[in-house]
């Protein structure tokens, strides 16, 4: 087979594995966001279906498939059934940049962990994805022809677009900082303690804000607030398209986790040196356990702050972004060009 | 003039003006909670035992010489929801009537308790029973054999009732 051929297979199986780690891990914050917002409100959540109610996710699958899909008459069918498809093909896509650990060498030739952790864009990559995926929601508003699913769909992209900036020049200031958009140069720049959360605390705040807003998590979950929206740009999907919509919204959550992991706070590298020679497998277990520690935590603080602070009103939400936001990024890059200009 | 200062907003001091601390201590009573005792009861296995003023499924009270109801049909007739149908009949005992068909619809039942108050001899009582389940609407319709209850086990009811009725 030509060289080309072996880099499909290798890609090809290295997506299987990482579509199914993306699923279960949606599945699983499912789980941790019920059991988390459970014990917030001082109740149990989900303790019923197998141990601790730990295949409550697989329940909750089945349900959706055996629910009865209900399309809207005047719906347009092709749009109607894009758009779930849209938002979680999207919300799958971005993890092909993303590094999980660094690689195993078998008999010279490196395996990277990642589909193409290497490509010298993948910080643009990730950022034109997820500005992809608000045409899912759109058009899931747009195609519903229900009033409340256009208003969801109309809000989600003005969300998108005013917060997309503030989180593009955020990541700026790590730019100018590390010189590069791979990934994985990225990663290896914060060797040891030298995380850029350290370096860019303003770049870092102004970015975990962004993309709180860009994943329509709460306190920016004004796309489905369902007091004023019903269900906002899902009122019109059931059974599994919903489902799908549903785990976009985690797969994007356990993204903006990862991306925050790999920029800010060392994605990968361990912090110490514990004797395990580079390339041997051992060590690529120990990155990716780490690596996914740290998102675990993310994770969870996503849902911590989702069952903490209530939803923003549109205004606020607005000028939050335009007036608060992107003034403090710009500002951020003045700062990150002066001491570079200064101290190195 | 009007007082501009006078909006919520600007009655924040700095602090909480930068929102972010305000997040903060919001995050640390939510973590907080997370470690307080639990409400969940379990219910299959913990369940709640009402006391005497609870007001349940409605049951005739069954006493060693038979139903008490003698078929006056007060029940039936002041039923908001019109769940009760009462036939009466005659007997040789010394109360000479008695219901030959008394029946609850539970589908319709509300749970209100004023069949329990108007009726004069006391023989329908709400009792205890709240987890009351039905696979078909033909089921949901309880003749006597189900509505009957020995007097013993409504005891609480009927104290309760003596007290405050
Ligand atoms: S239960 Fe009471 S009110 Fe109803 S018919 Fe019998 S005696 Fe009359
Ligand atoms: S409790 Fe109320 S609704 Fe139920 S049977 Fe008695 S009167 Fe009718």
């Known amino acids: 087979m030509p060289e080309i051929g072996w880099i499909l297979v290798e890609a090809g199986v290295k997506a299987v594995f990482i579509v199914i780690l993306i699923l279960s891990a949606a599945a699983v914050s499912v789980y941790a966001e019920r059991r988390v917002s459970a014990i917030i409100q001082l109740r149990l959540g989900p303790n019923r279906v197998g141990p601790f109610g730990l295949l409550q996710p697989i329940a909750d699958v089945f349900k959706l498939f055996w629910k009865e899909d209900v399309v809207p008459k005047a719906a347009d069918m092709g749009f109607h059934r894009l758009a779930p498809v849209i938002s979680l093909g999207i ?11 660094h690689y195993i060498e078998i008999g010279g030739t490196k395996y990277y962990f990642g589909i193409a952790p290497n490509v010298n864009i993948g910080l643009l990559y990730i950022l034109a994805m ?26 989600s992209s003005a969300q998108m677009i005013s917060y997309e900036l503030s989180m593009g020049l955020s990541l700026i200031g790590v730019l100018m900082i590390t010189g590069t958009l791979s990934l ?41 607030a369902e007091p004023e929206l019903v269900g906002g ?23 903006a986790s990862a991306f925050i992991v790999l920029v800010y706070f060392g994605g990968w590298q361990i912090p110490f040196d514990i004797g395990l020679g580079a390339g041997s497998i051992a060590l690529a277990l120990v990155q990716f356990a780490w690596f996914l520690a740290k998102v675990i935590f ?40 002066v001491w570079i200009m200064i101290f190195g | 003039m009007n007082n501009t200062k006078n909006t919520e907003a600007e009655r924040l001091n700095f602090m909480e003006k930068l929102y972010l601390p305000e997040i903060a201590k919001g995050l640390g009573l939510t973590m907080k909670y997370m ?31 038979g139903e008490r109801c003698v078929a006056c049909g007060l029940c039936s007739r002041v039923c908001p929801a019109l769940a009760i149908e009462v036939q009466a009949s005659e ?59 020995p007097e013993e086990q409504l005891q609480d009811r009927l104290e309760y009732l003596a007290e405050y009725k």
């Open chain 1, 91 to 101: 919300a799958i896509a971005v993890y092909a940049v993303i590094p999980f650990a």
């Open chain 2, 91 to 149: 007997t040789e005992r010394e109360k000479e009537r008695y219901p030959v068909k008394f029946e609850i619809n539970m589908l319709r039942c509300i749970f209100c308790g004023f069949c329990e108050e108007v009726c004069p001899e006391e023989a329908i009582v709400m009792s205890k029973e709240y987890d009351i389940v039905f696979t078909s609407q033909e089921e949901a319709i309880l003749g006597k054999e189900d509505l009957l209850v």
């Open chain 1, 298 to 337: 993310f994770i969870l603080f996503f849902i911590w702050v989702r069952w903490t602070v209530p939803r923003f009103r549109y205004d606020q939400l607005m000028n939050l972004g335009w007036k608060v936001l992107l003034p403090l990024a710009i500002l951020n890059i003045v700062i990150t060009g």
């Open chain 1, 184 to 224: 994985n140069e990225i990663v290896l720049q914060q060797s040891g303690w030298g995380w850029n959360v350290f370096v860019q605390p303003l770049g870092f705040i102004i970015f975990l804000v962004s993309s709180f807003a860009e994943t329509n998590r709460t306190p920016f979950d004004l796309p489905e």
């Open chain 2, 35 to 65: 470690f307080k005792p639990k409400f969940t009861r379990q219910y299959p296995e913990e369940r709640f035992e009402p006391t005497g003023s609870y007001r349940g499924r409605p049951v005739l009270v069954d006493t060693t010489g």
């Open chain 1, 233 to 255: 740009f899902n009122t019109e999907y059931s059974g599994m398209k919903f489902g799908m919509f549903f785990l976009a919204e985690y797969a994007n959550m356990a993204t």
């Open chain 1, 130 to 155: 997820t500005s992809v995926s608000v045409y899912g929601i759109t058009l899931a508003g747009w195609s519903s022809n229900n009033k409340y699913s256009l208003f969801g769909g109309l809000r």
